[in-house]
């Protein structure tokens, strides 16, 4: 049976609503909250900052060091145990990679900016909406960019090309392929793409076309995040 | 036919194309890919000329040399004393750069300065890897006693210096307070603690005003 | 990060602090809001002044412990999250998250503030156990007070998950009407002591500062459940006195604050 009415009701694509704040966290030097649907992250800047151990030191340029983590109440079912999973440390490196593209750390020698993303609730698209935060955190820390990054899970179920992939959606009983994207806003170039399910390559490109428009909405969001901050009284 | 798309003292965010066209020139924060000049920051947009460039409205202090700045003693060397700059970067400072008497080969430096001692210094020195040295030798120049220290936003040092000093002499003439601002974002206060709490919300109101107009004026008004 | 350590204690001798505010008070805003996380059982978020934490409830099902064969349990953590403070690192908990893990632990506990027998529901074989996370958000000062208060509220707040009757399995996404069976309300509240004055609710610089911490965990009848001494300085037992009495009548103030909330 053809997946064409989505369970939440929403177009094929539709994102879920997202909300996105600027400088929540008043220690760190940049911060953010993101939402989408019911998936929410804080994100935390510190940087540059000295970094340790000396070895990871990079006299042309700083590092960018991200750190994801879901707290233990904001799974879908049990309690996650606190500490480092592989999950995460692999969603930190890509993140990495996804926003490496933009920043430019080159006057800040030897030294890091950590980036921390904790999620108190999700509903799966957490490596995205992880991704949209950084980005606002980032810009908001001052950190040189070239371009924001805007992230969405794009996804495939029974053949029909999605937005914003739910956790209902991603666990759905069918042929369902599930594709975090992240793009940069100008020249629309990919920067996360990661991909697991079935599907065809001429269906990726298509889902990849699709992520430029929903990747754009995200950075309405986060564009608007930033802005606001200097002009809501 | 060259497109400007942003007015003066707008608030652009990273990535956001601020002129299509050769005939603007990429000032400050901002760089050009092809036509566009595209902003590098999240600032405020000016306009001099033909450059645009833009003042960020966050972002890390980066160590120049002559720039006065407060610092923090953090190690004591058989040479002198390591300083936390508020960077990334801490800075040395020799023994001779401290102060215009003989220190004896054997003196105990902690005597001078101790560990957590704030000074005022002046960088001397800063190398590529941004390894710096800073001197206290200049008047104006001591460690500090007594009052408080807080951390601002060091963009914003420079409005709430003002243009030649107007804005700190303003809040100097109200309060009675001390006040040393060093470029890095350490500002040192001293007066009573009444006034010292209000030379404090007055610079944190700068702090997040510092983008809209009539500053002054709102400022005057915080001490009526 | 900033220290004005020596202002500090001369301030506080005098009776003052660099913000201002007496002695005895709490700054401000203070918002309790509950139901912050849809895949907690329940959760609470606490702001006091810049300080925020948040407190998320899970439960399991699990076999009651031999010499408690009719009772369930409670566990509580604390993680001092990276992103709440320059100061704090990624890994496993240090003495700080320790600390504040077991005394907000025993505030409850030992209050028996939960009926650990109406969480049984097998007589040993099966029971209810909850478990407590509390997160930092924004570290600026009196963790201590903070987490307390976001643990009680998100244990009002919080609902027994459903069970499939037929697999004994946890339906998490679907919850029940059954709140807790909570007899006791304790909260705590940590005064301490700088320049050989007293004050509560410090900034993250005036716990620098300190020279002695009391935490005194009290329930709604000022009934103390639990006490932790801190700081490397000693008490007389007339400043111990004067510091319970101060803690149990902030208490009642914090007390007003979530009954606030909660209506």
């Given at each position: 049976?053809?997946?064409?009415?989505?369970?939440?009701?929403?177009?094929?694509?539709?994102?879920?609503?997202?909300?996105?704040?600027?400088?929540?966290?008043?220690?760190?030097?940049?911060?953010?909250?993101?939402?989408?649907?019911?998936?929410?992250?804080?994100?935390?800047?510190?940087?540059?900052?000295?970094?340790?151990?000396?070895?990871?030191?990079?006299?042309?340029?700083?590092?960018?060091?991200?750190?994801?983590?879901?707290?233990?109440?904001?799974?879908?079912?049990?309690?996650?145990?606190?500490?480092?999973?592989?999950?995460?440390?692999?969603?930190?490196?890509?993140?990495?990679?996804?926003?490496?593209?933009?920043?430019?750390?080159?006057?800040?020698?030897?030294?890091?900016?950590?980036?921390?993303?904790?999620?108190?609730?999700?509903?799966?698209?957490?490596?995205?909406?992880?991704?949209?935060?950084?980005?606002?955190?980032?810009?908001?820390?001052?950190?040189?960019?070239?371009?924001?990054?805007?992230?969405?899970?794009?996804?495939?179920?029974?053949?029909?090309?999605?937005?914003?992939?739910?956790?209902?959606?991603?666990?759905?009983?069918?042929?369902?392929?599930?594709?975090?994207?992240?793009?940069?806003?100008?020249?629309?170039?990919?920067?996360?793409?990661?991909?697991?399910?079935?599907?065809?390559?001429?269906?990726?490109?298509?889902?990849?076309?699709?992520?430029?428009?929903?990747?754009?909405?995200?950075?309405?969001?986060?564009?608007?995040?930033?802005?606001?901050?200097?002009?809501?009284? | 036919?060259?497109?400007?798309?942003?007015?003066?003292?707008?608030?652009?965010?990273?990535?956001?194309?601020?002129?299509?066209?050769?005939?603007?020139?990429?000032?400050?924060?901002?760089?050009?890919?092809?036509?566009?000049?595209?902003?590098?920051?999240?600032?405020?947009?000016?306009?001099?000329?033909?450059?645009?460039?833009?003042?960020?409205?966050?972002?890390?202090?980066?160590?120049?040399?002559?720039?006065?700045?407060?610092?923090?003693?953090?190690?004591?060397?058989?040479?002198?004393?390591?300083?936390?700059?508020?960077?990334?970067?801490?800075?040395?400072?020799?023994?001779?750069?401290?102060?215009?008497?003989?220190?004896?080969?054997?003196?105990?430096?902690?005597?001078?300065?101790?560990?957590?001692?704030?000074?005022?210094?002046?960088?001397?020195?800063?190398?590529?890897?941004?390894?710096?040295?800073?001197?206290?030798?200049?008047?104006?120049?001591?460690?500090?006693?007594?009052?408080?220290?807080?951390?601002?936003?060091?963009?914003?040092?420079?409005?709430?210096?003002?243009?030649?000093?107007?804005?700190?002499?303003?809040?100097?003439?109200?309060?009675?307070?001390?006040?040393?601002?060093?470029?890095?974002?350490?500002?040192?206060?001293?007066?009573?603690?009444?006034?010292?709490?209000?030379?404090?919300?007055?610079?944190?109101?700068?702090?997040?005003?510092?983008?809209?107009?009539?500053?002054?004026?709102?400022?005057?008004?915080?001490?009526? | 990060?900033?220290?004005?350590?020596?202002?500090?204690?001369?301030?506080?001798?005098?009776?003052?602090?660099?913000?201002?505010?007496?002695?005895?008070?709490?700054?401000?805003?203070?918002?309790?809001?509950?139901?912050?996380?849809?895949?907690?059982?329940?959760?609470?978020?606490?702001?006091?002044?810049?300080?925020?934490?948040?407190?998320?409830?899970?439960?399991?099902?699990?076999?009651?412990?031999?010499?408690?064969?009719?009772?369930?349990?409670?566990?509580?953590?604390?993680?001092?999250?990276?992103?709440?403070?320059?100061?704090?690192?990624?890994?496993p908990p240090g003495m700080k998250a320790i600390e504040l893990a077991r005394v907000t632990d025993r505030g409850i506990r030992e209050a028996k503030a939960i009926d650990m027998k109406k969480l049984c529901i097998e007589s040993g074989e099966k029971a209810w156990f909850i478990i407590i996370d509390i997160v930092t958000i924004n570290d600026a000062g009196n963790l201590f007070d903070a987490a307390g208060l976001a643990t009680l509220t998100a244990l009002k707040a919080a609902k027994f998950p459903q069970v499939d009757p037929e697999t004994g399995a946890i339906d998490y996404k679907h919850k029940t009407d059954e709140s807790f069976p909570l007899l006791k309300e304790p909260l705590p509240v940590t005064v301490y002591k700088i320049g050989g004055k007293l004050l509560?609710?410090?900034?993250?610089?005036?716990?620098?500062?300190?020279?002695?911490?009391?935490?005194?965990?009290?329930?709604?009848?000022?009934?103390?459940?639990?006490?932790?001494?801190?700081?490397?300085?000693?008490?007389?037992?007339?400043?111990?006195?004067?510091?319970?009495?101060?803690?149990?009548?902030?208490?009642?103030?914090?007390?007003?604050?979530?009954?606030?909330?909660?209506?």
């Open positions: 049976m053809t997946y064409t009415k989505r369970l939440d009701g929403r177009k094929a694509d539709e994102l879920r609503p997202m909300e996105a704040k600027a400088g929540v966290i008043p220690n760190a030097d940049g911060s953010a909250y993101f939402r989408a649907g019911k998936t929410t992250a804080y994100v935390a800047v510190y940087g540059p900052r000295e970094l340790f151990p000396r070895f990871k030191q990079d006299p042309k340029k700083g590092l960018l060091r991200c750190h994801y983590g879901m707290l233990p109440f904001s799974g879908c079912g049990d309690r996650i145990r606190p500490g480092n999973s592989r999950r995460g440390q692999e969603i930190s490196m890509v993140m990495e990679k996804a926003l490496a593209p933009v920043i430019d750390l080159s006057a800040f020698p030897n030294a890091v900016v950590d980036v921390f993303i904790n999620l108190p609730q999700t509903d799966a698209g957490t490596r995205c909406a992880a991704i949209s935060g950084a980005a606002i955190a980032l810009a908001d820390a001052g950190i040189p960019m070239k371009d924001m990054i805007s992230s969405v899970s794009m996804g495939q179920v029974d053949g029909t090309i999605l937005a914003d992939l739910n956790y209902d959606e991603e666990a759905y009983d069918g042929v369902v392929s599930d594709i975090p994207v992240a793009m940069t806003h100008n020249t629309k170039e990919v920067t996360l793409l990661q991909m697991d399910g079935e599907i065809s390559k001429d269906d990726l490109i298509k889902a990849l076309e699709l992520a430029k428009a929903a990747t754009e909405k995200v950075y309405e969001v986060q564009i608007k995040a930033l802005k606001d901050k200097f002009t809501k009284k | 036919m060259s497109t400007i798309l942003i007015k003066e003292k707008d608030i652009v965010t990273p990535g956001e194309v601020l002129a299509e066209g050769m005939d603007y020139l990429p000032g400050p924060n901002t760089y050009r890919a092809g036509e566009k000049i595209i902003s590098k920051v999240l600032g405020v947009a000016f306009i001099s000329g033909r450059a645009i460039k833009i003042t960020p409205l966050a972002g890390p202090y980066i160590p120049k040399t002559r720039d006065k700045i407060i610092a923090q003693v953090i190690d004591i060397a058989m040479s002198g004393w390591r300083v936390d700059t508020n960077t990334a970067y801490s800075a040395m400072m020799n023994v001779k750069d401290a102060t215009t008497r003989f220190i004896k080969r054997d003196e105990d430096l902690s005597k001078i300065l101790a560990i957590g001692d704030y000074v005022v210094v002046s960088i001397t020195k800063v190398t590529s890897q941004n390894l710096i040295d800073v001197s206290m030798k200049e008047p104006g120049l001591r460690k500090i006693e007594g009052g408080r220290i807080i951390k601002i936003n060091p963009q914003k040092v420079p409005r709430i210096i003002g243009k030649e000093g107007s804005m700190i002499t303003l809040i100097k003439n109200k309060t009675g307070c001390e006040i040393t601002i060093g470029q890095n974002g350490l500002v040192w206060i001293k007066g009573t603690p009444e006034n010292e709490l209000k030379t404090q919300q007055v610079i944190t109101f700068i702090e997040n005003n510092s983008h809209t107009p009539g500053l002054t004026e709102q400022v005057e008004k915080l001490f009526k | 990060m900033i220290s004005n350590k020596e202002t500090i204690i001369k301030l506080a001798k005098e009776g003052k602090r660099l913000d201002g505010r007496p002695m005895i008070e709490y700054r401000r805003p203070i918002q309790i809001e509950t139901n912050i996380s849809w895949t907690a059982e329940g959760s609470a978020r606490v702001q006091i002044g810049e300080t925020v934490v948040m407190a998320g409830v899970k439960t399991e099902i699990n076999k009651p412990y031999n010499d408690t064969p009719n009772e369930g349990g409670i566990m509580i953590n604390a993680e001092l999250l990276p992103l709440s403070s320059p100061e704090y690192e990624s890994g509560i609710d410090p900034t993250s610089e005036e716990e620098k500062a300190h020279e002695a911490r009391l935490t005194v965990a009290s329930d709604e009848k000022g009934i103390i459940s639990a006490m932790q001494k801190g700081g490397e300085s000693p008490l007389t037992i007339e400043e111990t006195a004067q510091m319970i009495d101060l803690a149990l009548d902030k208490a009642k103030f914090l007390r007003e604050q979530m009954d606030n909330s909660l209506k």
